[in-house]
């Protein structure tokens, strides 16, 4: 039934990995990721983990060594945070056009300028159309799971996935965990067969010049393999709990079947939406919470079912995409612009560069949910200086000087 | 002389390079040397046209298309991978110029520097040809490309790879050209033989970038060697230095250059050229010295060669 034990997320990320028994690791230390791939390097030395670990010279480079290691066959798994994942980003590309189930753990960490190392979710949703399976965790136990369920579908798919657990909150806080056995693990995911190890005995070119005659078809059956991917999630999820006690699903509702206002949220943050909602519930508030676990692929049937038809949908986020809105918002509102009931979301953006998300916080936003009439795209909650509202109109610029109508003379 | 040159093929006959590409003749020698038992790993180049259109395949061995700046680290990766799997595999990185001396040289650098088993070899044309004949930080000293026009050709010297590689102390590098396959089969064989990073840098001749005759292909890359613009040579362990051919009669470097339109703007440069021609019997000296150093002996080194000092 496995070992109760006290971790921080990043060393049962580790644990994932190891109980996953990846065969090739490569990895670049950055902060606040590196206790992950210092704990791994621990268990290659030791011979707890049957692995090679490439020490590379850029996170760029660990992506791309993890693509080569899972191109030949090899079970593969990296780490990184913020800036990597950005470094990564070409090669999160290729992972996927390659088909090559590889799993990262991303430390999602606030983008620099200026220089910040601390909670933030645009580094992990910037990479929203690159084609990966991507996954937030809440606690601890998830960090390490997730690992683990990730690789039962993307070598099922033929797609990488990634999973997403917050900068120190999660990543350097210790909480109780299951760290599961080896064998029940061995049970849940079998070794990874792959259809293609450049084999020199079957001498076939990989990932090179495509014409239009096939590119179009490749990345449709790209697609069509993360619409397979929702259904495998959810069913790999149940079985986790089959056989390792931890059930999963790609959305976790919330004390929300007579809601009239729904929370949204993701990742560790999570915890303390849960519980405003029970504080607010006390005050006689029909509030309720749908966390999102999965975000690619979307679970849109869950989210118009939970989200349908209520008096009001917040969704908070911690992260922005300027010149829309939050980035969970947008795509609530989309999932919900297709034969769901007429609802009315409410983008709240909160916690950018890891100002604490406190329960009062949650709280503030939600009352000035229920004061409010009309939805409003982007709601900014936290801002020194200012009540929770949207952008100022006024926001400083530099003009130029106004163009003459006509040269002179 | 009979030279020891495999008839087997592990390359199809038909591929897409060039007429009297250097760098179709050097994959073709160098999977001789390497034999079937490898995978070839190939970043944006020439190579990622010439290998063919899926579903074409021109090598017989398999190829795994990469990023640009990967050649290194994937065929680390692949052959981390191998080595899990308790296979010998041989993973040759194959590279142009640009992939190599500019946008690779990071991931090129912490692969030589961990000292990865793989073998990368830099099929060097001195240019971007692939995208048109840009500069790279391979074209020489008074090169014209299409980002180096006659106006204002190519003003820095070509990078020296040899040396940046032999700084990381790999086991092995080697300068070679499919102009003298004896030499080149024998180097793949000795990198072969060899555990951890192995370079070795081609000079590849490219007929359309060049502004020459493919029919002169393999002439020109002799005059290289002839001329003392590339010399042959090789460095073990970063140090022993070990010159691989000494040119009887060395051709002055104007008659490489000139069969060649590209350096074209040399000959409207006559003190450019001089200074040029400085520059290449420095490097040769350098590198005599260096073979010197190695072999205190001076064996191996002709009468001409000694009685010059």
Redesign the interface.
């Known amino acids: 039934m496995g070992e109760r034990m006290l971790l921080t997320g990043n060393h049962a990320a580790a644990h994932g990995a190891r109980l996953s028994r990846v065969q090739v690791i490569s990895a670049y230390p950055i902060t606040p990721q590196t206790t992950i791939v210092e704990e791994l390097s621990e268990m290659v030395a030791s011979g707890r983990l049957q692995a090679k670990f490439l020490t590379v010279e850029s996170e760029h480079s660990a992506m791309a060594a993890c693509v080569g290691a899972a191109a030949a066959g090899a079970r593969t798994y990296t780490a990184t945070s913020g800036q990597g994942l950005a470094l990564m980003h070409e090669m999160l590309h290729w992972a996927v056009g390659a088909r090559l189930p590889v799993v990262l753990s991303n430390v999602t960490r606030a983008m620099a300028p200026g220089w910040s190392i601390w909670s933030e979710q645009t580094d992990f949703l910037s990479q929203r159309d690159v084609g990966w399976l991507m996954l937030f965790a809440e606690n601890v136990q998830e960090a390490q799971d997730f690992v683990i369920w990730l690789y039962r579908v993307a070598e099922q798919v033929y797609l990488p996935g990634m999973v997403a657990m917050d900068a120190f909150i999660l990543s350097h806080t210790s909480e109780p965990l299951i760290v599961h056995d080896q064998d029940r693990v061995d049970a849940y995911l079998p070794p990874f067969r792959p259809l293609y190890d450049l084999d020199p005995a079957e001498p076939r070119a990989y990932g090179g010049l495509v014409n239009r005659d096939h590119y179009y078809e490749m990345r449709f059956k790209m697609y069509e393999n993360m619409e397979r991917a929702g259904p495998l999630l959810a069913e790999a999820g149940r079985e986790f709990g089959e056989v390792l006690g931890f059930p999963y699903a790609p959305v976790e509702p919330y004390m929300i079947d007579d809601a009239d206002y729904v929370l949204v949220s993701a990742g560790a943050m999570t915890s303390n939406v849960r519980f405003a909602v029970r504080l607010l519930r006390e005050r006689g508030i029909k509030v309720g919470l749908l966390r999102l676990v999965a975000f690619r692929p979307f679970p849109f049937e869950e989210v118009r079912r939970y989200l349908g038809g209520r008096a009001k949908v917040a969704v908070l986020d911690r992260n922005m995409s300027p010149g829309h809105s939050g980035i969970f918002a947008q795509e609530i509102r989309a999932a919900l612009s297709q034969g769901a009931p007429p609802t009315d979301v409410y983008g709240y953006v909160l916690g950018i560069g890891g100002r604490d998300i406190r329960v009062e916080t949650v709280v503030e936003a939600v009352e000035d949910l229920l004061a409010r009439d009309h939805p409003e795209r982007c709601l900014f909650v936290g801002v020194k200086g200012l009540p929770i509202g949207p952008v100022r109109p006024d926001a400083e610029v530099r003009p130029l000087e106004p163009l003459e109508a006509e040269a002179s003379g | 002389m009979k030279w020891d040159i495999p008839l087997g093929e592990e390359i199809h006959p038909g591929n897409l390079g060039c007429q009297g590409c250097g760098g179709a003749l050097a994959m073709r020698l160098a999977l001789k040397a390497l034999g079937?038992?490898?995978?070839a790993?190939?970043p944006a180049c020439c190579w990622?046209?010439i290998?063919?259109?899926?579903p074409v395949?021109a090598?017989?061995?398999?190829?795994?298309?990469?990023?640009f700046?990967?050649a290194a680290?994937?065929?680390?990766?692949?052959k981390?991978?191998?080595?899990?799997?308790g296979k010998a595999?041989t993973v040759i990185a194959w590279a142009g110029d640009g992939g190599t001396f500019d946008i690779g040289i990071?991931?090129l650098?912490?692969a030589a520097?961990?000292n990865?088993d793989i073998i990368y070899a830099c099929y060097d044309n001195e240019a971007y040809m692939n995208t048109g004949i840009q500069r790279s930080s391979s074209t020489p000293s008074g090169t014209w490309t299409t980002t180096t026009p006659d106006e204002r050709p190519e003003s820095r010297p070509k990078k020296n790879i040899m040396e940046i590689m032999a700084a990381h102390r790999i086991p092995y590098a080697a300068t070679c050209t499919p102009a003298y396959p004896d030499d080149m089969l024998r180097k793949f064989r000795k990198a072969k033989s060899i555990k951890g990073t192995r370079f070795l840098h081609i000079l590849s001749v490219c007929p359309p970038g060049w502004k020459m005759p493919s029919d002169r292909a393999i002439e020109v890359m002799r005059l290289a060697v002839q001329s003392r613009v590339f010399p042959l040579y090789e460095v073990e362990d970063g140090l022993a230095y070990t010159m691989s051919l000494w040119p009887t009669e060395p051709v002055p470097p104007e008659d490489y250059f000139r069969v060649q339109g590209r350096f074209r703007p040399l000959f409207e440069d006559p003190a450019r050229l001089e200074r040029i021609k400085a520059f290449v019997d420095q490097q040769w000296e350098i590198l005599v010295r260096r073979h010197r150093r190695t072999h205190p002996d001076e064996a191996g080194i002709p009468a001409g060669e000694a009685a010059a000092r």
């Open positions: 079937p038992d490898t995978v790993v190939i990622s046209i290998d063919g259109a899926f395949h090598l017989k061995v398999p190829v795994f298309h990469t990023a700046e990967t680290v994937a065929a680390s990766g692949i981390a991978a191998k080595d899990v799997q595999t990071q991931a650098s912490g520097e961990r990865e």
